[in-house]
């Protein structure tokens, strides 16, 4: 009969080959180059008949064992050399042991939106081959917390189906990384897309007014300094325009208010501003007039 050397055990990690182990083969009356060696796996879900590879030449041969991916266990795996009408075998056993593999996450595209608006709802998938899709822990983080703070990532979604949606802080814009991150408990696996925000112009809004009085008949100059503006995204005052309207009991010209004659009370003037693009919605400025004594006029006489 043909011989084969013996193989020692062999233990090695997941996804992990062993090797090219040698190993000796021959025959008193057969040329060894015509000697069969033929594997065999007793595990073929952990190591597949596919999986061993035998190599070398003449006397000198080598084995490779390659296991499944994700699989561990046990395996023995004999090798049979033949000389075509005997046969002799060796076994060694081979022992995966297990090695925890990172979690996996899809890749997002960049995204662009308007200021104030959101990124609406993004699919994407996670898993492990060994950890339920039910236990990994999905977080997100962002690069510029001022345009997107942490807490306007809205991650969604169950199982290995999740969702995630990005909302940037009112009247922010430029550009943030967003990384979701999958941990499984050991390990920890990352992906970043970008999210660019255009900015938007914000209209002008006029919220408050300081006290305006004056004395009756008195003009007044109404100007952007007795006015509270609120406008994100200008220069105020520097970029704003101020427009009176008419109206009852008073004249305007330009931004000058002047009551009608022997008027007193307040007086109700629609103003509003305009920031180069966009204006305020009217705002009604209070005028406090005040009654002044009017000096008497002889306006005729009686006949003596």
Partial sequence: PPTITA??????????????????????????????????????????????????????????????????????????????????ATDFDVTVTPVNDPPTITAITNRTINEDTQTGTINFTIGDSETAASALIVTGSSSNIALVPNANIVLGGTGTSRTVQVIPAANQFGATTITLSVNDGTAVVSTDFLVTVNPINDGPLITNQVPITIAEVQPVVLSLAQLTVVDPDNNYPADFS???????????????????????????????????????????????????????????????
């Fill in 242 to 304: 101020l427009f009176v309207l008419g109206g009852a009991n008073y004249s305007v010209v330009g931004t000058t208010v002047t009551p009608v004659p022997n008027f007193s009370g307040t007086l109700v003037v629609p103003v509003f501003v305009n920031d180069g693009a966009l204006s305020s919605p009217f705002y009604n400025v209070q005028i406090s007039v005040n009654s002044t004594n009017d000096a008497p006029v002889i306006t005729g006489q009686q006949v003596l």
């Fill in 7 to 88: 193989i020692a055990n062999q233990t090695v990690a997941e996804d992990v080959p062993t090797g090219a182990l040698a190993f000796t083969i021959g025959d008193l009356d057969t040329p060894v180059g015509t000697l069969v060696i033929t594997p065999s796996s007793s595990n073929t879900t952990l190591v597949p008949i596919a999986n061993i590879v035998i190599g070398g030449s003449g006397a000198s041969r080598t084995v490779l064992v390659t296991p499944a991916a994700n699989q561990t266990g046990l395996t023995t795996i004999t090798l049979t050399v033949s000389d075509g009408t005997v046969t002799t």
